[in-house]
């Protein structure tokens, strides 16, 4: 037992290297933006030096399709499904709406939502009720799947509370059996195990920039065959066309390039792609576990100073009761301590990856005294 415990303190020794802003900060914030590693930095220059000296469009489109799709195969592998059921997008709220605008819903269709979910998603659902009169139905996070009634025609919430850290109920995998499950995994995919085979999601939508390090603008999006055929694509360019040549009469891809967003640089993709190399070097299942371990520490820590956390699961988030959470956030980040407040619920939230270690918490612990 000893030796395994050190041996994943060497792992962890090593991971962390590659991450400078551990040097220097109790980095707990991958809730929000997760750490660059060096090779992250090293792979997007790359690119751009390519780009540099041999000119963007120098088998440009090529690379480009090729880095996508090492990215997307590896963000299936992630999420427990096949790469030609995943899409690249900018964003968690770029593939949440992607689904929810092409589900095509009428007047007085109901989505039903949690107490808990994230702008993200709720601009989305806003969308839909402002624009085609959708109606939104709200109920508790953790009663959601007792709330669904004949009315419902999908299911749209957080795979991982962005607030407390509490998981979406077990018993919604039976909803989405038969109704489509769209879950926002910002929270989720990185941070805990996530299989969205197991979760009977038709739509799970996560961010490359928060738990998996990459560069901001990179996000994937999976999307359930049966879902897929039946979604509309409202937004269409050169991308997701298999003959983009034929124009006005050019066919979409049958599998889910047909929603990938526009754009997406190679320095960004190579980026992203670097950031897992990092993140697997070693047991990338076991590094959450630890992850998770120290959360469930800091949680009891925080519990024993009087600062009970938010009722949550076991997972990477601890949220924490703040009188005044935007100013004691500035003054942690004073202290070296990076972590999130969470506007208008007076709670600081921790997020703890596979990069921190008992210093980090027991830093934060001091900071708080």
């Known amino acids: 037992m000893a030796g395994a415990q050190a041996d994943r303190s060497v792992a962890q020794a090593l991971l962390r290297a590659h991450f400078p802003v551990c040097a220097e900060h109790a980095y707990l914030n991958a809730g929000t933006n997760g750490p660059l590693a060096d090779a992250t930095v090293a792979a997007m220059s790359q690119e751009l030096e390519r780009e540099l000296s041999e000119g963007r469009t120098a088998g440009g489109f090529a690379r480009r399709s090729e880095l996508a799709q090492q990215l997307r195969a590896r963000y299936g592998e992630l999420l427990g499904c096949a790469a030609a059921d995943v899409a690249l997008t900018t964003c968690t709220s770029d593939g949440l709406f992607i689904v929810l605008s092409g589900l095509e819903l ?55 509370s962005w607030i407390t850290g509490e998981l979406a109920p077990r018993e919604l995998a039976e909803v989405g059996a038969r109704l489509p499950l769209v879950l926002d995994g910002a929270q989720g995919i990185g941070a805990v195990a996530t299989d969205v085979q197991e979760l009977q999601a038709a739509a799970y939508a996560g961010a490359g920039q928060k738990w998996l390090c990459g560069p901001d603008g990179i996000g994937m999006l999976y999307v359930r065959e049966d879902l897929r055929e039946r979604l509309a694509v409202l937004r269409r360019g050169y991308t997701n066309f298999s003959d983009a040549d034929l124009g006005l009469h050019a066919t979409l891809h049958e599998d889910a390039r047909r929603f990938d967003s526009f754009a997406l640089s190679a320095p960004l993709l190579a980026g992203a792609i670097a950031a897992l190399d990092v993140l697997e070097q070693g047991d990338l299942s076991a590094a959450q576990a630890s992850a998770i371990a120290l959360a469930g520490e800091l949680a009891e820590a925080l519990a024993q100073r009087g600062r009970e956390p938010a009722a949550r699961h076991a997972g990477t988030l601890v949220s924490f009761p703040s009188q005044d959470a935007a100013a004691e956030r500035e003054r942690l980040a004073d202290a070296g301590v990076i972590v999130r407040e969470i506007p208008g619920h007076e709670l600081l939230r921790a997020s703890v990856g596979a990069w921190n270690n008992p210093a980090d918490i027991e830093r934060l612990l001091g900071a708080l005294l």
């Open 106 to 160: 009428r007047a007085g269709d109901e989505i039903l939502t949690s107490d808990q979910e994230h702008p993200g998603l709720l601009g989305a659902l806003q969308a839909l009720r402002d624009l085609r009169d959708v109606r939104i139905r709200t109920a508790p996070f953790a009663h959601l799947a007792e709330a669904v009634d004949a009315k419902t025609r999908a299911v749209a919430c957080s795979h991982v």
